[in-house]
């Protein structure tokens, strides 16, 4: 039972330190305004975004990814799947 206990407070520690983060304004309002400029990002237009606001290569890549879905905007996928089921 008391190895149980320590696990349970291992896993807990973990989980506070793995915690979600949001977001700061900052880093949205950048990525809007990138957005504005342009809906179609480069690997190096992702990468300077990223190094700009401090966060990861991914985090900006899944921003856009989500953010063009939000906005009705097809990807690159989409386009794919689409011309394939055309045909």
């Not at 990468?47 to 990807?75: C, E, P």
């Amino acid at each position: 039972m008391e190895e149980r206990m320590i696990l349970d407070e291992k896993y807990m520690e973990n989980r506070r330190e793995n915690k979600r983060m949001r977001k700061k304004p900052e880093q949205m309002e950048i990525l809007k305004k990138e957005f504005e400029l342009s809906t179609v990002w480069s690997y190096s237009h992702k990468v300077k975004i990223a190094k700009a606001i401090g966060m990861t290569f991914h985090q900006v890549s899944k921003w856009n990814w989500d953010y063009r879905k939000k906005m009705g905007l097809s990807t690159k996928r989409e386009a794919k799947k689409g011309a394939s089921t055309k045909e």
